[in-house]
């Protein structure tokens, strides 16, 4: 992120023909919404298919449901990134949901990215779970004057998840600031539960303080896990 403080927020989202980790998944639905960073409304938005090279995988379109013919007369993904980005200076912040996903098809060019998944765990770990949906309904956004139902549905389309995820975002930031938010979106994800040893299926944030430091000096751990006990261990209780 520049010195200067963004004037928007870009929240977007794709659909695709599968995950980062399979080989050629093509995005195929993208999407985005902005926050005004003053007033923090949903003001513009934008959605468009594209076409890709290759087929749509069957437990893939049980996901989105787009069909290939959806995308018939849908122009290539690389002729629709300027669209995506238009109006979106440097100095402005992108958001995404697990942005890691977002990023994986395309940068940003090095503009500064929020990723509301890795905040929400930091902000609300409370929450039973933080997936966007999860969080929409554990929020109540639905009872926000300013939330339209209707543009939240279908679930797992690119502008009805984007629009989620900007209402997210919009609460999020009534907690921290985006510079903030850009910081906690830059480190690993903290993980619920312990996944192994004495306390498997623990919460992190109900662990003893000595088996967090036991964690956080054991080098076998990967980045997430060290981490997650480092950051409950120096927790400020009274935040």
């Not at 940003?108 to 997936?131: F, M």
């Not at 830059?186 to 993980?191: I, K, N």
């Amino acid at each position: 992120m520049t010195n200067q403080s963004p004037s928007l927020f870009r929240v977007i989202d794709y659909e695709t023909t599968g995950t980062p980790a399979d080989p050629g998944a093509e995005v195929i639905e993208l999407a985005y919404v902005d926050v005004d960073a003053t007033s923090l409304q949903v003001t513009t938005s934008w959605r468009s298919f594209a076409k890709p090279i290759g087929p749509i995988p069957p437990q893939v379109k049980a996901v989105h449901h787009i069909l290939e013919e959806d995308l018939a007369d849908a122009p290539p993904i690389d002729a629709l990134w300027p669209k995506l980005f238009e109006a979106c200076g440097m100095k402005e912040c992108l958001v995404a949901h697990n942005a890691g996903f977002e990023q994986h098809f395309h940068s940003g060019d090095g503009r500064a990215w929020i990723d509301t998944y890795k905040c929400a765990l930091v902000v609300w770990p409370d929450a039973p779970a933080h997936s966007n949906q999860t969080l929409r309904y554990w929020l109540d956004l639905d009872h926000n004057p300013d939330f339209d139902r209707a543009k939240a549905m279908p679930p797992h389309r690119a502008l009805p998840d984007a629009y989620v995820t900007a209402h997210v975002l919009i609460r999020l930031l009534k907690e921290r600031n985006s510079a903030d938010l850009v910081q906690i979106s830059a480190q690993p994800a903290l993980l619920r539960k312990i996944g192994f040893g004495k306390h498997k299926g623990m919460l992190f944030s109900e662990a003893p303080a000595n088996y967090l430091q036991w964690i956080v000096d054991k080098a076998v751990f990967d980045s997430e896990v060290k981490a997650t006990a480092e950051f409950w261990l120096n927790r400020d209780p009274e935040k």
